[in-house]
């Protein structure tokens, strides 16, 4: 049974500070990692994806990658009530061509102005 | 990212009815799609992948006869919800990626409230 486990929050941070995020997998096997975005009542949006142990960082958002440990993580600089949202980690075993997404339950992330 | 519809967005149903909802890659073509369903408060559960000219590959506990998936083309998948019952009312969100890709774009989502 292939797991993505996420603490489901709420995580409460105040406007302009940093937010992590945090997710483990249980498959070794996996070789791609996802970040979602989902507010309340619509559909994932993505965020940021990684491949590689180390950081990735796209403006202000850093995703980090550690698969010794089995974890994947998400910065939210300078954090905004904008990104009060849940964040869902999927975690991908791309052997072949499938292509399935595991994920997490999410965490809740609620931005405080 | 790439365009994904789904319609309708929303369906209120009658327990016993049969409801269809689409899903389209608009700006590139998709052999395989996927379908979700998430309860509230809950996460994405895989239903089934929609393979583009054969048979959908279902996930574990989904009924293949309740949730029939056509995928006919390289652009439209279909999710047919047969004979749709209280306990069915749910989001359900499809998914795809483009040929030779593997980031999944999500279209809308619809959600399904049956009486």
């Known amino acids: 049974q292939k797991e993505v486990e996420q603490n489901s929050g709420p995580l409460s941070v105040p406007e302009g500070a940093i937010a992590s995020l945090n997710c483990t997998y249980s498959?070794?096997?996996?070789?791609?990692f996802f970040w979602y975005r989902q507010y309340s009542g619509k559909s994932p949006e993505l965020i940021m994806f990684i491949y590689s142990n180390g950081d990735k960082e796209d403006g202000r958002f850093t995703a980090q990658l550690n698969k010794a440990s089995q974890y994947v993580s998400l910065l939210i600089r300078d954090s905004q009530p904008s990104d009060s949202a849940t964040y869902l980690c999927a975690v991908q075993n791309s052997g072949g061509s499938n292509y399935k997404l595991t994920f997490g339950k999410g965490t809740l992330l609620t931005v405080n102005p | 990212g790439a365009v994904v519809s789904q319609h309708p967005s929303w369906v209120i149903c009658k327990s016993g009815t049969s409801v269809k909802i689409e899903c389209r890659s608009l700006?590139?073509?998709?052999?395989?799609m996927f379908w979700y369903r998430q309860f509230p408060k809950q996460s994405l559960m895989l239903m089934a992948t929609s393979n583009e000219g054969s048979k959908a590959t279902y996930e574990q506990g989904v009924e293949k006869d309740k949730f029939l998936i056509n995928h006919a083309s390289l652009t439209l998948s279909t999710l047919t919800v047969t004979s749709a019952h209280p306990e069915d009312s749910s989001f359900y969100i499809c998914s795809t990626a483009p040929l030779a890709k593997n980031i999944q774009y999500f279209g809308a989502g619809t959600r399904l409230s049956v009486l």
């Open positions: 498959d070794r096997g996996s070789q791609s």
């Open positions: 700006d590139f073509q998709a052999t395989t």
